[in-house]
């Protein structure tokens, strides 16, 4: 029998960008998303204290955080590499 495999939902991304940011970065104020009429869909990750926002744009919701995940994945793979 073919398992059904269910699809993640944006709310299940977000939470788990903001998971990793925790666990790496310490305090975190948000992870969200919103569309812009000229940029497109825009996702942010915003820190309580001393970095900037990340953020990472894409042509929908769920490619925008994909793209934010594999940016903050980036940074996480560079600071453990020092």
Do not use: P
């Amino acid at each position: 029998m073919a398992e059904i495999k269910s699809k993640k939902t944006n709310s299940e991304r977000i939470k788990q960008i903001y998971d990793m940011c925790q666990d790496h970065f310490g305090d975190i104020r948000f992870v969200g998303i919103k569309y812009h009429k000229k940029i497109g869909w825009i996702a942010k990750a915003q820190f309580e204290d001393g970095f900037e926002n990340l953020t990472a744009d894409g042509d929908n919701a769920v490619e925008a955080l994909r793209n934010l995940k594999n940016r903050v994945k980036k940074i996480i793979k560079r600071y453990n590499q020092v």
